[in-house]
């Protein structure tokens, strides 16, 4: 199983983004999925996650800025940015339970780097 993570990149502050996640592979069946993030110097972060009904979560810090959403059919779980600040500047990483011939394992994408710069 991989996850493919993309859409991060550099933008201004007041811009926005749109990240993307497709897991691929031997997949029977997934649960939560989600987004972190990890600053210079910080450790990793929550910052939303869904579940496979559609029910989230977003961490207090991008309420109302970011939304997360998903593409079962498809596999794929997206973030939307708004608004972006610099402190959005961080390794963004996805995140799924997927089960598989393997049972139910936890997986984690590479990160796409998202840089909120003037």
């Known amino acids: 199983v991989q996850l493919q993570a993309y859409g991060g990149g550099l933008v201004q502050p007041g811009g926005s983004l749109r990240l993307s996640c497709a897991a691929s592979?031997?997949?029977?069946?997934?649960?939560?999925m989600g987004w972190y993030r990890q600053a210079p110097g910080k450790q990793r972060e929550q910052v939303a996650i869904?579940?496979?009904?559609?029910?989230?979560r977003h961490a207090d810090s991008v309420k109302g800025r970011f939304t997360i959403s998903r593409d079962n059919a498809k596999n794929t779980v997206y973030l939307q940015m708004n608004t972006l600040k610099p402190e959005d500047t961080a390794v963004y990483y996805c995140?799924?339970?997927?089960?598989?011939?393997?049972?139910?394992?936890?997986?984690w994408g590479q990160g796409t780097l998202v840089t909120v710069s003037s």
């Open positions: 592979g031997s997949i029977f069946s997934m649960n939560v």
């Open positions: 995140n799924a339970d997927i089960y598989n011939d393997y049972g139910w394992k936890n997986y």
């Open positions: 869904i579940t496979t009904d559609g029910g989230t």
